[in-house]
């Protein structure tokens, strides 16, 4: 694309001023040059781009400080400061840690009681009250659920047997139990 403001393309006096045409291709000067003929009249100046400079390019880069010279001071305070990102990261993997562990434990955790351990508890309560070996046997398998309450079946060696309401206290498997008349 040219700019419209700049020359047509077209051959032009060299702007180096060496004798000879050199082709401007509408936006830079090119590599392309043709000799001038000696009878040739060189183009009206009107037809010279009149902004006829050899390219120029920038370029960006950054600034290498020569061995001796100061850095700028901000570059120091940064090499300073290097831990703070270090810590930060190392906070913000410790708060996921504990999100997902939050998260595991509230969806992921039991949702059933321990009936065995409830067995075990009452059977070394009544041992210790009645003197003798009591067996305890309460359902396979019950909800973890504050207030809610089953039965188990205490029985001793002679197969005397009595009932055993268990209530739940919280949904932590906290049980209080009472014997049956």
């Known amino acids: 694309m040219t700019d419209p403001d700049l020359p047509q393309p077209g051959w032009y006096p060299d702007p180096s001023g060496a004798p000879a045409l050199r082709w401007w291709n509408g936006v830079t000067w090119s590599d392309a040059t043709h000799p001038l003929s000696p009878d040739a009249e060189a183009p009206a100046s009107a037809s010279v781009p009149p902004t006829a400079p050899l390219p120029t390019t920038q370029v960006w880069a950054p600034v290498v400080p020569t061995p001796g010279q100061e850095e700028p001071p901000v570059a120091e305070a940064v090499k300073r400061r290097w831990w703070i990102p270090v810590v930060a990261l190392v906070a913000l993997l410790g708060l996921a840690g504990l999100a997902v562990s939050a998260l595991v434990g509230a969806l992921g955790g039991p949702t059933r009681l321990d009936t065995g351990a409830v067995e075990e508890r009452i059977a070394a309560d009544l041992t210790r009250e009645i003197g003798r070996p009591i067996t305890v046997t309460c359902p396979v398998s019950v909800a ?3 207030g809610s309450s089953f039965t188990c079946t205490a029985s001793d ?15 932590r498997g906290d049980v209080r139990w009472t014997r049956q008349p």
């Open 157 to 171: 060696e002679d197969g005397n047997q009595a009932v055993i309401l268990v209530r739940q206290t919280n949904d």
């Open 144 to 146: 973890l659920r504050a």
